[in-house]
Every structure is written in structure tokens, then in C-alpha cells.
């Protein structure tokens, strides 16, 4: 972490940031919670702790400090993060906050990428006007787009030349720069190196792509050719410097304010199918272009809702994707409802052939999740035979199985159960227990917390010089007699702590489940524990760890007893002296003066 990042984590205040966001309330002597704003609930499981500057969430284990908590909501990278976290505390930016001179040459190229971006699509505009693209305009008309909507969209044509675009844009920009925008093709040459460039689009309407910002990043092109020479129909900016298909949505920037107005996304599949049902006024719409959602997008989306309704054909090519998108957004939580058109139509031909008040009654009639999938269960395999249902419900159990929230896994499976007709024992069972346990989800520790555990986390956690003996003496029993306490739930949690240094306790403990409990007990800690607690502790953990050991030896020296097998009896003998040895040893023990 840089001095600055350093210096801004000590001034912001975790949960002033916090609360810029989401709602909290104080639950304790130094810590707050609220609703996660990273996955959905509807009692709060997310605590932030106003000293130990961190926050958890006991519902998705989403963890961190500051600028963790910044950079996952804004999705944005690190440096980032900070420079808003900086802002929001009135902190000063250092005058070029670039932690390397690489770091500040991709800044350079992204301003220069986007300038490139604003006049190619100024450029592509201009020609859709000229007498060039009048094959296009009536393409567009043909769609129903209007002028304003083709104004809106910023709908352009790319002309049908190698070097229209390269000739105006040679003059904005260097070599370097053109080659990296993505707008430009060239050739490898025999030599191995790259030859001159030539435009990427000829002869295409120009869709662009736009960020959150509304910043012009990247093109689609579709071709109005058919044919062998056309090429493919839809044709993207490759992936650049400014352009990454997995953290864009389509149309994102223009339907916000719709979508946290209507409380939900609609989600379409292509780019005309998203701008034609937007320019009719269902503004809350956005398109994916036929890719499978990105954990990236799922977290663009959450910032305005978890409420989608996916309008997606399912029986076209991109029916995998959309199954895959609905299985990654049932995971984060999302509610999803799904809309099936009359006849197969795409949204586009919907609206054209029955009006834009149809489709706004086909998505209030949008289906329960469960539902759909339930008659797509149904659909896929039919009939009523045992074989039929055991592969319906393998098709559903998954899905199930899925849900973050165990109230909706417990009604899907019930419906599905019912409208299946299961009435087999064991399907049933396997429907049941789908509904307890959420796959993949951390496994709930079966021995609670224990007093003496706690203590050691508190005393491993100290950042108070004042009690600096009590962390020493935990961490050092820890390293020194290892054995003692690998049978705790908290091993692990306790072994990163005792050799964290100087790095704060819930950075280095890794492991979700540990991390949980570390935040569990910092949560509800008062103060640090004193030298002598942690003594008593650690003492108690050998005592436990010997008795156990001698719990299992009378039973082994009991059996051999009834064998009568001596030599094994001696050996056990004299193995429980020493252990009883140890034990009287332990008992009679002072804690070590220091
Ligand atoms: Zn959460």
C-alpha cells in the first residue's frame, strides 16, 4: 500500500464511507450494521467495526477495509478506490497520484483512446447522414427508429473504404495509439512485423458502446449484406485498453435512473432488441449481447437493483447463455423473473407487430423463476414414467440448490415436488434436502466458539501497545506447542494471527469461514484481554488436549485388559503416568514472569 493509501485508510472513517451508501445503525460499543449491499437479505448480516476500521458480512463473507468496501461497490480497481475514498474524506489528491510511470502512461492512452472513440463515432454519424448511408437510414426507418432515436443511440455508417476512418482520425492521434484503439486492422507481413493499417468496419451500421459515464469506448457493426462475403452479421471492437466485453453492460449509463425507478432491470439479448424497446419508453432496459453475465456485471447491475426480468428467447442459440447468465445472478442473489413472447418473437417484432402495451402486460405477466423452470423441466423431458421424473428433477436440483436464501429453496422445491407429481420417498428426500443445504455454501462449524478461543483471537488481534504481553504470550504457546491446539475449530484462524507482524488481523486470515468467526468475536469484543486471562487460557486448551489424550488411553488400556494382552498394557501404562504427570505439572504451572 502506497504512503498515500496509507495516510487516507488512517483519516477516512470506515463508517461514514459506509454510510454514504447503505443504512446503519449502531449494534454495539464500536460497531454498526446494516443490509449488505453485495447480496440480497432482508435482516442485516453486515457489521462494520468503527476502530478496527472493517466490515463483514456474516451472510455472503464479503470482508475488507475501506478501500476494499469502495472498490467492490463503485467496481473499480485499487488505485481508484482510494483516490474516491480520499475525496469523499476531503483529503487533498497528491497532484499525480500514480504509483508508476507505467500507471500514468495507461492514464495518457485512455484520455487519448477516448478522444479517438468521441470522433470516430462523431465521424460514423456524419456518414450515416451523407449520401453514403442511405441504404442504411432505411434500414433504421425499417426498424422504426426514428431521427431521435438514431440521435440518441448515436447510430452511425461506416463507409465502404479502407482508409476513410484513417485518413480523419491520423491527425488526432499516433500510430501507437490508432493500432491500440481497436478501430484499425492491419496485416502480419512475411518479416513477422505488422502491417500498415486499414479500417476494422466497412459498410456497417455503427452501434456504439458506451460506459457508465456515457463515454463512447467501443463499436458493434452490423452488416446489412447477406451472404458468403458479408462476413458475420455482428461485428465488436476487440478488447482494448478501454474496452472489456465482461465489464460492460449495454445501455447501463442511459436506463440507471430508470431501473432504480422501476425497481427492476429488463434484460434483452441484442443491442436493436435493447435500444428499440428503450426508444418506446421502457427506459429500464439493458442487453448483454448475447454473452453470459460476468461476476463484473452482476456487480455494475447491483448498484441499481437485484430485480431482473430476462426477456430472452429460449430456444435460440444464445439459450445457453441466458441459462448460464440466470444461474450466476440466482447465485448472487438476484430476484429473477422471466418473460416468454407469444410466437418466439424477439422483443423488437413484438412491439412492431402488437404494440408497445402488450409488451408491457407480457413483462407485468413475467413468470416466478421456479416456475419457468419447472415447465421447462417438463418441456425437456416429458412424460410421466420414472425416468422422465428422475430427469426432470436432476435438471431442477441444481437450480434449487442454488438459491442463497433457504425460504426460497424450500417453496421451489415444494412446488416442484407438487406440479412433477413426485410421489417417490427418496425423490422427495432428495428435493428436501436440496432445500436445507445450500450447495457450496460454507459449511456451518459444528462446535460453537469456546471462551478460551475467543480469548486467544482477542489477545492475537492486539493493536494496543499497552497489551502487547498478552498478544506475545498467546502467539508464542501457539508456535511453541503447535499440538495443543490443532483439534480447535479456530486452528487455522489462530495460527495466521500468530505470525501476522505487523499486518492487520483480518487481512491475513484468509479462509472465509475462519475469517467469519475472527469478525464474530471482534464484533463483540469490549477490551483486550489482560496477560493473565491469556495464561488461563492457554492452560486450559493443554489440560483439555491431555485429557482427552487420557480419555482415549484408559479405553485402549481397558481393552487390552479384556484381551489380556500384557505387553500392550505396560506400554499404555506407562504412557498414562507421563500424560498424568504432565497434567499435575500443568495444574501446579505459574504463569512465567516476564
Ligand atoms: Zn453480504
Redesign the pocket.
Known sequence: MSDFAQTVKQQADIVKVIEGYIRLRKAGASNYSGL?P??K?KSP??SVHAVRQFYH?F????SGDVFSFVGKIENVPFPEAVRIVAQKCGIPLPKREFSSPEQAAESRQRTKLLELHEAAAAFYEDQLRGPEGAVAREYLAGRGLTPEGIKAFRIGWSPDSFNALRDRLSSVADGETLRASGLFSSKEQGDGTMGPIYDRFRKRVMFPITNESGRVIAFTGRTLETGDKAGPKYFNSPETPLYSKSLVLFNLDKARTAIRQAEFALLVEGQMDCISVYLRGIQNVIATSGTAFTEQQVGLLRRHTTNIVVNFDPDTAGANAAEKSIALLTEEGFTIKLVTLDGGLDPDRFIRERGVEAYVAAIRGAERQSDYLIARALRLFPGHSAEAKLQQMNYLLPHIRRMPERLARDQFAGDAAQKLAIDSAVLREELRQAALKRRDHIEARTTPLTEVERILLRALAITDPEHVESRRAAAQAITAQTAFFEHLGTFAALQALAGRGAKDPMEVVEDPAQRALLAEVLLAETKSPEEAEVEGAIQQIQERSIEAQLRALRANIAEAERRGDFTELTLLTQKKLQLDRSLRDLHNRRPPQS
Open positions: 449488505c453485495f447480496h437479505e448480516s453486515f458480512c451472510g455472503c463473507q464479503a
